[in-house]
Protein backbone atom coordinates (compact mmCIF):
# COMPACT_ATOMS: atom_id res chain seq x y z
CA UNK A 1 0.00 0.00 0.00
CA UNK A 2 2.03 3.34 -0.81
CA UNK A 3 -0.93 6.14 -1.89
CA UNK A 4 -1.01 8.50 0.84
CA UNK A 5 -3.08 8.78 3.88
CA UNK A 6 -5.31 11.70 4.79
CA UNK A 7 -5.70 11.96 8.51
CA UNK A 8 -7.79 14.84 9.88
CA UNK A 9 -7.83 16.71 6.55
CA UNK A 10 -3.20 16.56 6.21
CA UNK A 11 -1.87 13.93 3.53
CA UNK A 12 0.76 11.62 4.98
CA UNK A 13 3.30 9.27 2.82
CA UNK A 14 3.55 5.67 3.71
CA UNK A 15 6.70 5.28 5.35
CA UNK A 16 9.48 2.89 3.73
CA UNK A 17 11.67 2.54 6.92
CA UNK A 18 10.50 3.40 10.69
CA UNK A 19 9.30 6.91 11.63
CA UNK A 20 10.48 7.18 15.19
CA UNK A 21 9.27 10.60 16.71
CA UNK A 22 10.91 11.38 20.52
CA UNK A 23 9.08 13.92 22.39
CA UNK A 24 11.49 15.47 25.26
CA UNK A 25 9.14 16.76 27.75
CA UNK A 26 9.44 20.31 28.75
CA UNK A 27 12.60 20.19 26.40
CA UNK A 28 14.34 23.55 24.67
CA UNK A 29 17.04 24.12 22.49
CA UNK A 30 19.20 25.09 25.33
CA UNK A 31 19.50 22.04 27.32
CA UNK A 32 21.11 20.24 24.00
CA UNK A 33 22.92 23.02 23.20
CA UNK A 34 24.64 23.46 26.29
CA UNK A 35 24.95 19.31 26.46
CA UNK A 36 26.64 19.33 22.90
CA UNK A 37 28.90 22.20 24.04
CA UNK A 38 30.10 20.45 27.27
CA UNK A 39 31.09 17.04 24.64
CA UNK A 40 28.11 15.20 26.37
CA UNK A 41 26.29 14.44 23.30
CA UNK A 42 28.68 14.01 20.68
CA UNK A 43 26.12 11.58 18.33
CA UNK A 44 23.50 14.37 18.24
CA UNK A 45 26.17 16.86 16.97
CA UNK A 46 27.05 14.65 14.14
CA UNK A 47 23.24 14.58 13.59
CA UNK A 48 22.99 18.31 13.08
CA UNK A 49 25.89 19.08 11.06
CA UNK A 50 23.89 16.45 8.24
CA UNK A 51 20.69 16.53 9.21
CA UNK A 52 18.24 19.17 10.18
CA UNK A 53 18.55 21.63 12.89
CA UNK A 54 15.10 23.26 13.20
CA UNK A 55 12.65 24.91 15.76
CA UNK A 56 9.07 24.87 15.82
CA UNK A 57 6.07 25.88 17.83
CA UNK A 58 4.37 24.03 20.31
CA UNK A 59 0.48 24.67 21.04
CA UNK A 60 -0.50 27.09 23.88
CA UNK A 61 -1.55 26.28 26.54
CA UNK A 62 2.44 24.85 26.53
CA UNK A 63 1.40 22.28 28.81
CA UNK A 64 1.79 17.90 28.49
CA UNK A 65 -1.55 16.89 27.11
CA UNK A 66 -2.70 19.47 24.75
CA UNK A 67 0.91 19.35 22.75
CA UNK A 68 1.21 15.40 22.99
CA UNK A 69 -1.92 15.03 21.37
CA UNK A 70 -1.45 17.65 18.97
CA UNK A 71 1.32 15.38 18.12
CA UNK A 72 -0.15 12.03 18.13
CA UNK A 73 -3.08 13.88 15.61
CA UNK A 74 -0.73 16.51 13.15
CA UNK A 75 -3.89 18.72 14.62
CA UNK A 76 -4.39 21.85 17.58
CA UNK A 77 -6.58 21.56 19.92
CA UNK A 78 -9.28 23.22 18.42
CA UNK A 79 -9.58 20.07 16.32
CA UNK A 80 -8.89 17.41 18.45
CA UNK A 81 -10.15 18.79 21.68
CA UNK A 82 -7.55 18.41 24.46
CA UNK A 83 -6.76 21.71 25.55
CA UNK A 84 -4.98 21.04 28.85
CA UNK A 85 -4.01 18.52 31.34
CA UNK A 86 -7.69 19.26 33.15
CA UNK A 87 -10.70 21.69 32.41
CA UNK A 88 -13.98 22.77 33.92
CA UNK A 89 -16.71 20.88 32.46
CA UNK A 90 -19.44 23.53 32.26
CA UNK A 91 -22.36 21.18 31.37
CA UNK A 92 -21.45 18.34 34.05
CA UNK A 93 -20.15 21.32 36.84
CA UNK A 94 -17.33 19.61 37.81
CA UNK A 95 -13.49 19.80 36.94
CA UNK A 96 -12.19 17.28 34.99
CA UNK A 97 -8.78 15.46 34.20
CA UNK A 98 -8.13 15.01 30.48
CA UNK A 99 -7.51 11.55 29.85
CA UNK A 100 -10.32 10.07 29.09
CA UNK A 101 -10.56 9.02 24.94
CA UNK A 102 -14.16 9.88 25.15
CA UNK A 103 -13.16 13.91 25.51
CA UNK A 104 -10.26 13.26 22.45
CA UNK A 105 -12.49 14.81 19.05
CA UNK A 106 -10.15 13.35 16.64
CA UNK A 107 -8.12 10.19 15.30
CA UNK A 108 -4.67 9.78 16.43
CA UNK A 109 -2.23 9.19 13.34
CA UNK A 110 -1.24 5.20 15.26
CA UNK A 111 -4.68 4.82 14.99
CA UNK A 112 -5.35 5.61 11.40
CA UNK A 113 -2.02 4.09 9.93
CA UNK A 114 -2.66 0.83 12.24
CA UNK A 115 -6.13 0.39 11.05
CA UNK A 116 -4.88 0.61 7.43
CA UNK A 117 -2.27 -2.12 8.35
CA UNK A 118 0.72 -0.07 8.96
CA UNK A 119 2.14 -0.95 12.75
CA UNK A 120 2.44 1.94 15.31
CA UNK A 121 4.08 1.96 18.98
CA UNK A 122 3.64 4.53 21.40
CA UNK A 123 5.24 4.54 24.73
CA UNK A 124 4.63 7.26 27.38
CA UNK A 125 6.70 7.91 30.31
CA UNK A 126 3.48 8.58 32.49
CA UNK A 127 0.36 6.35 32.27
CA UNK A 128 -2.24 9.63 32.13
CA UNK A 129 -1.42 9.62 28.10
CA UNK A 130 -1.38 6.14 27.66
CA UNK A 131 -5.38 5.81 26.82
CA UNK A 132 -5.21 9.18 24.70
CA UNK A 133 -2.23 7.74 22.61
CA UNK A 134 -3.72 5.01 22.53
CA UNK A 135 -7.18 5.46 21.30
CA UNK A 136 -8.06 3.39 18.07
CA UNK A 137 -4.89 1.67 17.53
CA UNK A 138 -5.22 -1.51 15.96
CA UNK A 139 -2.99 -4.76 16.85
CA UNK A 140 -0.02 -2.13 18.09
CA UNK A 141 2.07 -1.63 21.26
CA UNK A 142 0.87 0.67 23.54
CA UNK A 143 1.83 1.34 27.46
CA UNK A 144 3.76 3.19 30.06
CA UNK A 145 6.81 3.13 31.88
CA UNK A 146 4.88 4.04 34.93
CA UNK A 147 3.21 0.68 34.91
CA UNK A 148 5.79 -1.40 32.47
CA UNK A 149 5.60 -4.41 34.81
CA UNK A 150 1.75 -4.53 34.14
CA UNK A 151 2.23 -4.57 30.52
CA UNK A 152 0.65 -7.73 28.63
CA UNK A 153 0.53 -8.99 25.00
CA UNK A 154 -3.39 -8.95 25.37
CA UNK A 155 -3.66 -5.47 26.51
CA UNK A 156 -0.50 -3.55 25.50
CA UNK A 157 0.66 -5.33 22.50
CA UNK A 158 3.44 -6.57 24.66
CA UNK A 159 4.77 -8.25 27.77
CA UNK A 160 7.92 -8.40 29.50
CA UNK A 161 8.85 -5.38 29.53
CA UNK A 162 11.29 -5.26 32.26
CA UNK A 163 12.90 -8.37 31.22
CA UNK A 164 13.23 -7.26 27.97
CA UNK A 165 15.43 -3.91 28.46
CA UNK A 166 17.23 -4.83 31.47
CA UNK A 167 15.90 -2.17 33.63
CA UNK A 168 13.56 -2.37 37.16
CA UNK A 169 10.47 -0.62 37.36
CA UNK A 170 11.75 3.31 38.46
CA UNK A 171 9.97 5.78 39.98
CA UNK A 172 7.51 8.36 38.22
CA UNK A 173 9.70 11.14 39.65
CA UNK A 174 12.68 10.08 38.37
CA UNK A 175 15.10 10.29 34.98
CA UNK A 176 14.90 6.84 34.47
CA UNK A 177 11.91 6.78 33.46
CA UNK A 178 12.44 8.39 30.71
CA UNK A 179 15.07 5.85 30.14
CA UNK A 180 13.07 2.90 30.49
CA UNK A 181 10.59 4.45 27.64
CA UNK A 182 13.97 5.47 25.30
CA UNK A 183 15.46 1.38 26.32
CA UNK A 184 11.84 0.11 25.84
CA UNK A 185 11.58 2.02 22.09
CA UNK A 186 14.87 1.15 21.23
CA UNK A 187 14.36 -2.41 21.80
CA UNK A 188 11.25 -2.92 20.00
CA UNK A 189 12.58 -0.81 16.99
CA UNK A 190 15.38 -3.36 16.66
CA UNK A 191 12.94 -6.45 17.30
CA UNK A 192 9.44 -5.59 16.22
CA UNK A 193 10.29 -2.32 13.33
CA UNK A 194 6.99 -0.85 13.52
CA UNK A 195 6.65 1.57 10.97
CA UNK A 196 5.29 4.54 13.16
CA UNK A 197 6.49 4.72 16.88
CA UNK A 198 6.05 7.78 19.23
CA UNK A 199 8.23 8.05 22.62
CA UNK A 200 6.75 10.43 25.09
CA UNK A 201 9.01 11.26 28.01
CA UNK A 202 8.48 13.50 31.16
CA UNK A 203 9.68 16.75 32.22
CA UNK A 204 10.73 15.51 35.87
CA UNK A 205 14.62 16.83 35.05
CA UNK A 206 13.43 19.67 33.29
CA UNK A 207 11.58 21.06 35.99
CA UNK A 208 14.46 20.84 38.71
CA UNK A 209 17.44 21.62 36.46
CA UNK A 210 18.67 23.98 34.57
CA UNK A 211 20.20 23.73 30.87
CA UNK A 212 23.97 22.78 30.95
CA UNK A 213 23.64 21.48 34.99
CA UNK A 214 25.73 18.28 35.85
CA UNK A 215 22.11 16.70 36.29
CA UNK A 216 20.84 17.79 32.86
CA UNK A 217 23.68 17.38 31.27
CA UNK A 218 23.72 13.57 32.47
CA UNK A 219 20.20 13.46 31.54
CA UNK A 220 20.81 14.41 27.60
CA UNK A 221 23.91 12.05 26.99
CA UNK A 222 21.76 8.95 28.29
CA UNK A 223 19.39 10.57 25.64
CA UNK A 224 22.21 10.68 23.13
CA UNK A 225 23.34 7.17 23.30
CA UNK A 226 19.27 6.01 22.60
CA UNK A 227 19.52 8.46 19.32
CA UNK A 228 22.44 7.26 18.29
CA UNK A 229 20.99 3.53 18.39
CA UNK A 230 17.74 4.39 16.58
CA UNK A 231 19.63 5.99 14.00
CA UNK A 232 21.68 2.89 13.78
CA UNK A 233 18.62 0.92 13.35
CA UNK A 234 17.61 2.13 10.26
CA UNK A 235 14.84 4.35 11.57
CA UNK A 236 13.75 8.46 10.61
CA UNK A 237 14.26 10.04 13.92
CA UNK A 238 12.32 12.91 14.35
CA UNK A 239 13.39 15.07 18.07
CA UNK A 240 10.97 17.69 19.49
CA UNK A 241 9.27 18.74 23.24
CA UNK A 242 5.64 19.55 23.61
CA UNK A 243 6.77 22.43 25.80
CA UNK A 244 9.79 24.61 27.14
CA UNK A 245 10.74 25.21 30.12
CA UNK A 246 11.63 28.73 32.19
CA UNK A 247 12.92 29.69 36.22
CA UNK A 248 9.76 31.00 37.68
CA UNK A 249 11.77 32.31 40.45
CA UNK A 250 13.61 35.40 41.55
CA UNK A 251 17.03 35.96 42.32
CA UNK A 252 16.93 34.82 46.00
CA UNK A 253 14.64 31.22 44.59
CA UNK A 254 11.64 32.33 45.50
CA UNK A 255 8.66 31.64 43.30
CA UNK A 256 7.23 34.37 41.45
CA UNK A 257 3.31 33.82 41.62
CA UNK A 258 -0.29 35.32 41.32
CA UNK A 259 -2.93 33.63 43.29
CA UNK A 260 -5.82 34.80 40.92
CA UNK A 261 -8.50 33.27 43.22
CA UNK A 262 -7.80 36.02 45.85
CA UNK A 263 -7.37 38.84 42.95
CA UNK A 264 -11.00 37.65 41.45
CA UNK A 265 -12.44 37.25 45.05
CA UNK A 266 -11.29 40.77 46.08
CA UNK A 267 -12.87 42.60 42.79
CA UNK A 268 -16.11 39.86 43.39
CA UNK A 269 -18.28 38.58 45.15
CA UNK A 270 -15.68 35.51 46.73
CA UNK A 271 -15.78 32.29 45.22
CA UNK A 272 -18.46 33.28 42.42
CA UNK A 273 -15.79 33.27 40.26
CA UNK A 274 -13.24 29.99 39.26
CA UNK A 275 -9.89 29.46 38.33
CA UNK A 276 -8.78 26.50 36.47
CA UNK A 277 -4.86 25.46 36.08
CA UNK A 278 -4.83 23.65 33.08
CA UNK A 279 -1.65 22.56 33.93
CA UNK A 280 -2.96 19.95 37.20
CA UNK A 281 -2.63 16.21 36.69
CA UNK A 282 -1.53 13.69 39.25
CA UNK A 283 1.90 14.51 39.35
CA UNK A 284 2.08 17.77 40.78
CA UNK A 285 5.26 17.30 43.07
CA UNK A 286 8.14 19.23 40.72
CA UNK A 287 5.25 22.09 39.85
CA UNK A 288 2.79 22.19 42.78
CA UNK A 289 0.04 22.88 40.30
CA UNK A 290 1.88 26.36 38.95
CA UNK A 291 1.72 27.15 35.45
CA UNK A 292 2.02 30.27 33.54
CA UNK A 293 -1.50 29.89 31.79
CA UNK A 294 -4.95 30.03 33.79
CA UNK A 295 -8.85 29.82 32.44
CA UNK A 296 -10.97 32.00 34.46
CA UNK A 297 -14.62 30.93 34.85
CA UNK A 298 -17.22 33.68 35.21
CA UNK A 299 -20.46 34.59 37.06
CA UNK A 300 -22.87 35.25 34.87
CA UNK A 301 -23.64 39.16 35.09
CA UNK A 302 -20.09 39.76 35.68
CA UNK A 303 -18.04 42.57 33.23
CA UNK A 304 -15.78 40.36 31.38
CA UNK A 305 -13.63 43.50 30.26
CA UNK A 306 -13.80 45.28 33.23
CA UNK A 307 -12.32 41.53 35.02
CA UNK A 308 -9.83 41.36 32.04
CA UNK A 309 -8.93 45.24 32.56
CA UNK A 310 -7.58 44.43 36.33
CA UNK A 311 -6.21 41.51 35.49
CA UNK A 312 -4.09 42.82 33.16
CA UNK A 313 -2.82 45.64 35.33
CA UNK A 314 -1.24 43.14 37.77
CA UNK A 315 2.64 43.14 37.54
CA UNK A 316 3.69 39.43 35.80
CA UNK A 317 0.58 39.18 33.80
CA UNK A 318 1.52 39.08 29.71
CA UNK A 319 -1.94 38.71 28.05
CA UNK A 320 -5.56 38.65 29.27
CA UNK A 321 -7.92 37.32 26.50
CA UNK A 322 -11.55 36.72 26.27
CA UNK A 323 -12.72 32.96 25.24
CA UNK A 324 -13.48 34.12 21.73
CA UNK A 325 -9.74 35.72 20.88
CA UNK A 326 -8.15 32.75 22.78
CA UNK A 327 -9.78 30.56 20.68
CA UNK A 328 -9.11 31.95 17.76
CA UNK A 329 -5.15 33.04 18.59
CA UNK A 330 -4.34 29.73 20.19
CA UNK A 331 -6.57 27.33 17.93
CA UNK A 332 -8.57 26.30 20.95
CA UNK A 333 -11.73 23.97 21.31
CA UNK A 334 -13.66 27.55 23.16
CA UNK A 335 -16.60 25.51 24.66
CA UNK A 336 -14.04 23.47 27.02
CA UNK A 337 -12.01 27.33 28.25
CA UNK A 338 -13.08 29.91 30.67
CA UNK A 339 -14.80 33.25 29.73
CA UNK A 340 -11.08 34.54 29.79
CA UNK A 341 -7.59 33.18 29.84
CA UNK A 342 -4.99 34.66 31.48
CA UNK A 343 -1.04 34.34 30.68
CA UNK A 344 1.55 34.93 32.78
CA UNK A 345 4.98 36.73 31.90
CA UNK A 346 8.37 34.86 31.54
CA UNK A 347 9.36 33.99 35.16
CA UNK A 348 6.21 34.25 36.54
CA UNK A 349 3.65 31.62 37.65
CA UNK A 350 -0.44 31.58 38.23
CA UNK A 351 -2.35 30.05 40.92
CA UNK A 352 -5.82 30.02 42.90
CA UNK A 353 -4.96 30.56 46.50
CA UNK A 354 -1.64 30.19 48.81
CA UNK A 355 -3.25 26.99 50.66
CA UNK A 356 -3.86 24.82 47.87
CA UNK A 357 -0.34 24.88 46.58
CA UNK A 358 2.50 23.86 48.64
CA UNK A 359 5.73 24.16 47.21
CA UNK A 360 7.65 24.15 50.94
CA UNK A 361 9.24 21.25 50.50
CA UNK A 362 10.73 21.89 47.07
CA UNK A 363 14.84 21.65 47.45
CA UNK A 364 15.60 23.75 43.92
CA UNK A 365 13.76 27.43 42.66
CA UNK A 366 10.48 26.49 40.98
CA UNK A 367 10.96 25.95 37.22
CA UNK A 368 7.61 25.72 35.02
CA UNK A 369 5.80 26.41 32.10
CA UNK A 370 2.29 27.05 30.30
CA UNK A 371 2.90 30.37 28.75
CA UNK A 372 3.69 32.08 25.84
CA UNK A 373 7.71 32.02 26.87
CA UNK A 374 7.30 28.23 26.98
CA UNK A 375 6.45 28.24 22.96
CA UNK A 376 9.57 27.64 21.36
CA UNK A 377 10.85 23.95 21.23
CA UNK A 378 13.65 21.97 19.27
CA UNK A 379 12.77 20.18 15.69
CA UNK A 380 15.83 18.21 15.12
CA UNK A 381 16.26 15.04 12.48
CA UNK A 382 18.71 12.84 11.54
CA UNK A 383 18.10 14.01 7.61
CA UNK A 384 17.91 16.74 5.82
CA UNK A 385 14.09 18.09 5.98
CA UNK A 386 12.48 18.63 2.06
CA UNK A 387 11.47 21.83 1.11
CA UNK A 388 8.82 23.38 3.90
CA UNK A 389 5.74 24.99 1.61
CA UNK A 390 6.40 28.62 1.55
CA UNK A 391 5.03 30.52 4.51
CA UNK A 392 4.75 27.01 6.62
CA UNK A 393 5.12 27.84 10.16
CA UNK A 394 6.50 24.89 11.92
CA UNK A 395 4.93 23.13 14.62
CA UNK A 396 5.90 20.65 17.01
CA UNK A 397 2.86 18.32 15.72
CA UNK A 398 4.46 18.65 12.20
CA UNK A 399 6.72 15.50 13.08
CA UNK A 400 4.94 12.77 11.51
CA UNK A 401 4.45 14.55 8.49
CA UNK A 402 7.83 15.39 8.33
CA UNK A 403 9.03 12.07 9.44
CA UNK A 404 7.14 10.09 6.84
CA UNK A 405 7.42 12.17 4.16
CA UNK A 406 11.63 11.36 4.57
CA UNK A 407 10.91 7.83 5.13
CA UNK A 408 8.94 7.57 2.13
CA UNK A 409 11.29 10.01 -0.44
CA UNK A 410 8.68 11.78 -1.03
CA UNK A 411 8.17 15.80 -0.92
CA UNK A 412 6.14 17.42 1.75
CA UNK A 413 2.46 17.01 1.12
CA UNK A 414 0.05 20.28 2.15
Known amino acids: MTEPLTVNGRRYHRPRRPVVVVCIDGSEDAYH ?3 IADGRMPFLERMLHAGSDLRADCTMPSFTNPNN ?3 ATGVPPSVHG ?3 NYFYDTAAGTEVMMNDPELLRAPTLFAAFSQQGSKAAVITAKDKLRRLLGSGLVDGICFSAEKADQATEEENGIGKVLARTGMELPSVYSAELSELVMAAGADILDKDRP ?6 LTDYIQHKHAPGS ?3 ND ?3 MLDQYFERIDALGAVLVVTADHGMNAKADRDGNARVIHLQDVLDAQLEPGSARVVLPITDPYTVHHG ?13 ADAVAVAARLQAL ?6 LTRDEAAARFELPGDRIGDLVVIAERNTVLGTTPARHDISGFTEPLRSHGGLSEQKVPFLVNAPVPGLPDGHRLRNFDAFWVGTAIAAGEPLSV
Not at 315 to 320: E, F, S
Open 214 to 216: PVA
Open 82 to 84: ICG
Open 69 to 71: LSI
Open 33 to 35: ERA
Open 315 to 320: AGVDTV
Open 195 to 200: DLMYLS
Open 289 to 301: ALGSYATVHLPEH
Open 219 to 221: FYA
